[in-house]
């Protein structure tokens, strides 16, 4: 059951509340894992929200998470061909309850996208300046073996002219 919960405070916890022990119905080589009465961690909902808008802002959800539940979840695990079949997820009982919310007028939220778009232009920055530099390398690198090339070129010839 430990080993269990700690998989799943991995996968779903950073979003649900009151995983535990008590919420847990496990039979685990059937394959049926059930978990009852999970609270939503309506924080980190919002900040998944919020990082998605600052990603992407024409697609921010305009909606603030504020209470949610799901009467339960269960987890069916297919053992015996786990490689050639899913793990599916069942949730039964979602009730979330939201109010309009304007994720784009927020000031963090402005500084967190402008943040996140200087980062990006610094990166595409940096990169070009590697490849100018990479490219004048091999420039350079390239006179060098044509300009080696050239000075032993007559010598070879007056040598086999001999």
């Known amino acids: 059951k430990k080993a269990l919960l700690d998989v799943l405070e991995q996968t779903i916890g950073k979003y649900v509340r009151n995983l535990d022990a008590e919420s847990l ?5 059937s394959g049926k894992i059930a978990l009852t009465n999970l609270e939503l961690d309506v924080d980190a909902v919002n900040a998944e929200l919020d990082r998605q808008a600052a ?9 603030e998470v504020i209470k949610g ?4 979840l269960q987890v069916d695990v297919p053992w015996a061909s786990l490689t050639s079949r ?7 009982g979602l009730h979330v ?10 000031t963090d939220h ?25 490219s004048e390398k091999y420039r350079q690198q390239s006179l060098a073996v044509r300009k080696l090339a050239a000075e032993t070129e007559p010598t070879k010839q007056s040598f086999s002219s001999r």
């Not at 990603?55 to 909606?63: D, G, K, M, R, T």
Request: hydrophobic share 45%; glycine share 0%; net charge positive.
């Open 55 to 63: 990603e992407a802002p024409n697609l921010a959800v305009p909606l």
């Open 97 to 106: 309850h939201v109010r309009p919310h304007d994720r784009l007028a927020t």
């Open 110 to 134: 402005l500084q967190a996208s402008v943040a996140t778009e200087e980062a990006r232009a610094e990166k595409i920055r940096t990169a070009r300046e590697q490849s100018i530099q990479l």
């Open 69 to 72: 539940k799901f009467e339960s």
């Open 86 to 92: 899913s793990v599916v997820l069942r949730a039964q």
């Open 25 to 29: 119905n496990v039979a685990v080589w």
